[in-house]
């Protein structure tokens, strides 16, 4: 991130943060090649806001510039798979991916994270 490498913390303004949240929602992911997702940006938002909070907490600030500042808003589930859709789904898939679906569904983990576990980084 390169939006605040010249500014000192006392000097970051409320009107500083909007301009960054602004600049990061423009921004193209150099990994994916697509614009970041107002999601992604809040969550840098959030850690913004625990580096204004420890620099409190170490006296070199007195207010949270971040504080109160809205994020972009962000996709809700309107609903969740049942027990009864889940074992529908299980009974209608190959037997090789059954594993799979148990872990998707019972860890609420999205499938990337499930496909590329490796043994390795399980011990």
């Known amino acids: 991130m390169s939006f605040f490498c ?10 500083d943060i909007y301009k960054f949240l602004d600049w990061r929602k423009n921004t193209v992911s150099e990994k994916t090649g697509r614009q970041i997702s107002g ?17 409190i907490r170490c006296g070199y600030i007195t207010e949270n510039q971040v504080g109160g ?3 972009f808003s962000e ?20 037997e090789d991916i ?3 679906l148990e872990a998707l569904y019972h860890t609420a983990q ?6 590329n576990l490796q043994w390795n980084k399980l011990i």
């Open 6 to 15: 010249e500014a000192k913390i006392d000097g970051i303004t409320k009107q």
């Open 69 to 71: 500042i809205e994020g």
């Open 110 to 115: 999205r499938p990337g994270r499930i496909y």
């Open 39 to 55: 999601p992604s940006v809040n969550r840098e938002k959030s850690f913004l806001s625990k580096v204004f909070k420890f620099a």
């Open 75 to 94: 996709n809700r589930r309107e609903r969740y798979i049942t027990d009864e859709e889940f074992k529908l789904i299980k009974e209608n898939v190959s």
């Open 98 to 100: 059954t594993d799979i």
